[in-house]
């Protein structure tokens, strides 16, 4: 039976039961292996790589194959940077659930969906899962969002054109 090759993409989110329950439920069902890429905020990597490293050995533990990699700062970056379709099957999108994602409001999972063309899931994992970032890098990657919001508007208006009325 072929694997199902998984890019998962979570920073807060990465060691949390949510998504090891998910990934453990997908393994029990077909087999798979699993790629964390977690967003490596320029002053937060060291935090990064102990939290990713933790949710792999975590995996592995419980009998997934399992690696991780720490990406770039921006979460849509990173998967573009990482995504090959000859390499993975599909992306899973593990972000906070709606109303205390940041990566939810900048529509991050329809944006992997169409910079990379891979099948792409969402996990809303609770808040309370979540790890908490040391407060400057929580603004580091609002700003960075911000940023990306941005340049989708522009992207979106080059695109379509000014609006009429």
Do not use: C, F, K
């Not at 439920?25 to 798979?32: K, L």
């Not at 533990?61 to 090959?84: F, K, R």
């Not at 929580?138 to 960075?144: F, G, I, K």
């Amino acid at each position: 039976m072929p694997r199902t090759r998984i890019l998962v993409l979570a920073n807060r989110t990465v060691e949390s039961d949510a998504l090891a329950e998910h990934l453990l439920a997908r393994a029990a069902r077909e087999q798979v292996e699993v790629t964390l890429l977690v967003p490596g905020p320029l002053s937060g990597r060291e935090d990064a790589r102990r939290r990713l490293d933790a949710a792999v050995e975590r995996l592995q533990a419980d009998g997934l194959t399992a690696e991780g990699l720490i990406g770039a700062e921006s979460p849509l970056v990173a998967v573009q940077e990482e995504y090959d379709n000859r390499v993975y099957d599909e992306v899973l999108v593990a972000t906070l659930e709606r109303g205390h994602s940041s990566w939810l409001a900048a529509g991050l999972p329809a944006r992997v969906q169409q910079a990379t063309g891979a099948v792409v899931h969402h996990l809303a994992v609770p808040r309370a899962q979540a790890a908490v970032l040391p407060e400057h890098i929580e603004r580091e990657q609002a700003s960075l969002l911000e940023g990306l919001l941005d340049e989708l508007h522009v992207d979106t208006n080059r695109e379509a054109g000014p609006l009429r009325g």
